[in-house]
């Protein structure tokens, strides 16, 4: 009797790990399907170099993710987001590298510029 109970257990466990990886799998698959589709970023040197759209805002929110990026080799990056809000109550959230996330605090106010929705520069007010 204990030994059909380790035999039935053991199924459980092979079937279980089974299903795990053919989900793995399929996310996977579904993943890299998608990063297929869409168009890498393509930077001209040639055109004129764009002038900062300038907004007085304030630092409302400040967060961290994580994301897939790469196709033949997907590896996991963190991604930090400042969420800015403008004098007008529009929302921004605004990608930037560790470095200057840590920069930033909730509540700051300052004027933000922007460079096709990219950060150009947050001048803080003192």
Do not use: H
Request: charged share 30%.
């Amino acid at each position: 009797m204990g030994d059909s109970f380790l035999l039935f257990g053991l199924s459980l466990a092979i079937v279980f790990v089974i299903s795990v990886g053919i989900w793995i799998a399929k996310t996977t698959k579904k993943q890299r399907n998608e990063m297929k589709t869409e168009k890498p970023k393509v930077i001209d040197l040639d055109a004129p170099c764009k002038e900062p759209e300038e907004m007085y805002a304030t630092v409302i929110d400040m967060s961290c993710c994580a994301k897939l990026v790469g196709i033949k080799e997907p590896k996991a990056v963190n991604e930090f987001i400042i969420t800015f809000k403008t004098a007008d109550d529009k929302i921004i959230n605004v990608s930037v590298p560790q470095e200057m996330y840590d920069g930033f605090e909730i509540e700051q106010k300052g004027l933000l510029k922007l460079i096709n929705g990219e950060l150009y520069s947050f001048e803080i007010d003192e």
